[in-house]
């Protein structure tokens, strides 16, 4: 698979008010830009208005595809596709 780049649905609060994280999804990304997302995630969704992550720390190995701490917000469909 190729690079793959983790983007964030955000919800929609109120005016003025911070935007946390509804999903975390997987997308492949962007052709010659391996640190942007394609216009889909792994589910079809479309990125525009999604957030990417932040990269983990240099040097720090990943233990899953998606931060830990939204483990409970991943999509299932892009972790079906991440599994295969």
Request: hydrophobic share 35%.
């Amino acid at each position: 698979m190729s690079e793959i780049v983790v983007v964030y649905e955000l919800e929609h609060p109120a005016a003025d008010a911070e935007r946390h994280p509804r999903r975390v999804h997987a997308a492949p990304a962007a052709p010659g830009r391996p640190d942007a997302a394609g216009p889909r995630t792994l589910c079809g969704k479309d990125t525009f208005a999604m957030e990417k992550a932040h990269s983990a720390p240099p040097g720090s190995p990943p233990t899953s595809w998606y931060p830990a701490e939204y483990a409970s917000l991943v999509c299932p469909d892009c972790d079906a596709v991440m599994e295969v």
